[in-house]
C-alpha cells in the first residue's frame, strides 16, 4: 500500500463542508420536528415553517457524502500518526479506528482562522494516542504488581501451610510422649 498524504488546503474544504453539511442537517431536523409538534397542538393552523421532504432527504444525503469523504481523509491521516509514532501496548487496527472517531468529535470544534486543519488534527490524535499508550502502561503495571502480590500472598500461604504442618507433627509428637 503506498504513501497518501493529505493537502492541507483540502483537508480544511473537506471539514468546512462536512460542518456546513451536519449544521444543515440539524437545522433541518429541528424544524421538521417543531412542524411535526405545531401540527399536534394546532391541527387547523398552518404551520408557516414549510420544510419540503427532498430538502430534508438531499440534507442527510450531502451529509452522509461529506462525512463518507472525511472519515477518508481521516483514516489516511490516522494511518499515517500509527505508522510514524509506533506507541507500544496499543493495537494499530484500534488506534487507528480512534483516531478516526476522535477527530470526528474534535471535526467540530476546529475553526480555519485559528489555524491549520492539519496541524490541528493530527495534535488532536497524537494527544489521543498518548493517552491510550499511557493507559495501556498503566494497565499492565497494574497487572504486574497483582501478579507479584498474588505470588507473595501464594508464597506466605505455602510458608504458613509448612509450619502448620510441622506445629501439627510436633504437637502430635509431644503428645505421644505423654
Known sequence: MSTEYLNNKSFEIII???QKAQRAK???SFLQKDMEMQ???AKNLKSPLIVDESEIRNAELDYAEAQ???ATAFYTLSQNIVRYAKFSHIDEDDAVQEG???CFERAEKFDPAKGKAFNYMTTCILNHFRQLWRSARNYQELKKRYNDIQQIRLGIDLMNKRKDKIN???FDKYYERR
Open 168 to 170: 501439627s507433627k510436633n
Open 100 to 102: 478516526v472517531l476522535i
Open 39 to 41: 401540527k399536534r397542538i
Open 68 to 70: 463518507r469523504i472525511l
Open 26 to 28: 440539524q437545522r433541518l
Open 16 to 18: 468546512i463542508k462536512y
